[in-house]
């Protein structure tokens, strides 16, 4: 199975803040790795696919890149609204797995 | 709008057996394989299995941690995924998610889901 290890496990930041969450894969994913959000009780919601391709709809302010094994999450100008867990998901081989998870708090 | 709802979900007794549905609209059920992905109370998300579509012969592929035990089918007639989870463990409590993705392509994976339905497996 491929591992996805995801740092940090929780971050404070304040508003307005640049935030970088930051996913490797055990082995070579390509690009085949998608970034959701989930807010409590919610279903989770994907962000990136592709590795750096936004979901339409999806602010501006996320973006992601990488490839192979390493890869970022950044949040340019943290809102109130992003406070929340993310995932990342590799989709290149089965099974499917995800990340542990990022809590992103706002201080 | 594409829209994915869950039902099904209850309490059931360890070594039960229970059936999830997932209904689908607002898009052409029968071009996309379909996923179930689970998380358990205060933990983080974990894949459960896949379903192919027609083209593909309806296969699937699955989690080790339910293989053999659980069954993911669907109706395309209906636009309905289903999930048939038997033997259940206390393991096996979570909120069972829905989620649709694409046969190739750079749309990738899970990207549309349910609100989710909860399973509790509890004496």
Not at chain 1, 61 to 85: K, M, N, V
Request: charged share 15%; proline share 4%.
């Amino acid at each position: 199975d491929i591992q996805m290890t995801q740092s940090p496990s929780s971050l404070s930041a304040s508003v307005g803040d640049r935030v970088t969450i930051t996913c490797r894969a055990s082995q070579g994913i390509r690009n085949d790795l998608g970034w959701y959000q989930q807010k409590p009780g919610k279903a989770p919601k994907r962000l990136i696919y592709a590795a750096s391709s936004l979901e339409s709809g999806v602010p501006s302010r996320f973006s992601g890149s990488g490839s192979g094994t390493e890869f970022t999450l950044t949040i340019s100008g943290l809102q109130p609204e992003d406070s929340a867990t993310y995932y990342c998901l590799q989709r290149n081989n089965y099974p499917l797995t995800f990340g542990q998870g990022t809590k992103v708090e706002i201080k | 709008e594409v829209v994915l709802v869950e039902s099904g979900g209850a309490l059931v007794q360890p070594g039960g057996s229970l059936r999830l549905s997932c209904a689908a609209s607002g898009f052409i059920f029968s071009n996309h394989y379909m996923d179930w992905v689970r998380q358990a109370p205060g933990k983080g998300l974990e894949w459960v299995g896949r379903v192919r579509n027609k083209p593909s012969s309806y296969t699937t592929e699955y989690a080790a941690s339910v293989r053999g035990r659980f069954t993911i089918s669907r109706d395309d007639s209906i636009s309905s995924l289903f999930l048939q989870m038997n033997s259940l463990k206390t393991d096996d409590t979570a909120v069972y998610y829905c989620a649709r993705s694409w046969t190739s392509g750079t749309h990738g994976a899970l990207d549309i889901w349910g609100q989710g339905t909860m399973v509790t497996v509890s004496s």
